[in-house]
T-cell receptor, first 114, second 114 residues
């Protein structure tokens, strides 16, 4: 069965600094990978997704992620964060297009400080 | 604007009472999902429905029930059999006609049982 590990539960960073949120997955077959963002007391919004093709995926709000098959990773990056990026970020994986099997990581809380 | 509406935003109940959480979508999506979110655990799938009058158990269905009598509505009942019902509940939908279309989430209902 597939699983997702988000290696940091919290990441503090100063405004305008770069940030990387780490995500590793385990699966014996090909996967689709996603990053979602959740602002306080709200639902989740899709940031970006990797289905196939280019391993560098660009998403909304200036975020991007790189799929690394050999390291089974899908780390999320942003070169310069804003206060408004403070939120919880979830990595998710599925084996197929069926979202009934979308497995979420435990989340990483990004705190951007002035 | 199209979207998913969950109500109420906050819900308080006494232990031993059943409670029903509402989820309505006007996106014309076939598939709908209920997730439970607990701190540090990510999202876990409770139930999902891919078509009207049909639904399947997710990973943590015990103590919950659902119905799907209309395409736009997917209410979740938290029964007295659910041992730890206090949590944040998220409803989501997807256009299953599109390959790998994203999940759309509501803003959640925070249930507190005392």
């Amino acid at each position: 069965a597939q699983s997702v590990t988000q290696l940091d539960s919290q990441v503090p960073v100063f405004e305008e600094a770069p940030v990387e949120l780490r995500c590793n997955y385990s699966s014996s077959v090909s996967v689709y990978l996603f990053w979602y963002v959740q602002y306080p007391n709200q639902g989740l919004q899709l940031l970006l997704k990797y289905l196939s093709g280019s391993t560098l995926v660009k998403g909304i709000n200036g975020f991007e992620a790189e799929f690394n098959k050999s390291q089974t990773s899908f780390h999320l990056r942003k070169p310069s964060v804003h206060i408004s990026d403070t939120a919880e970020y979830f990595c998710a994986v599925t084996l197929s297009g069926g979202y009934n099997k979308l497995i979420f990581g435990a989340g990483t809380r990004l705190a951007v400080h002035p | 604007d199209g979207g998913i509406t969950q109500s109420p935003k906050y819900l308080f109940r006494k232990e031993g009472q059943n409670v029903t959480l509402s989820c309505e979508q006007n996106l014309n999506h076939d598939a709908m999902y209920w997730y439970r979110q607990d701190p540090g655990q990510g999202l876990r799938l409770i139930y999902y429905s891919q078509i009207v009058n049909d639904f399947q158990k997710g990973d943590i269905a015990e103590g919950y029930s659902v119905s799907r009598e209309k395409k736009e509505s997917f209410p979740l009942t938290v029964t007295s059999a659910q041992k730890n019902p206090t949590a944040f509940y998220l409803c989501a939908s997807m256009d299953s006609a599109l390959v790998n279309s994203p999940l759309h989430f509501g803003n959640g209902t925070r249930l507190t049982v005392t």
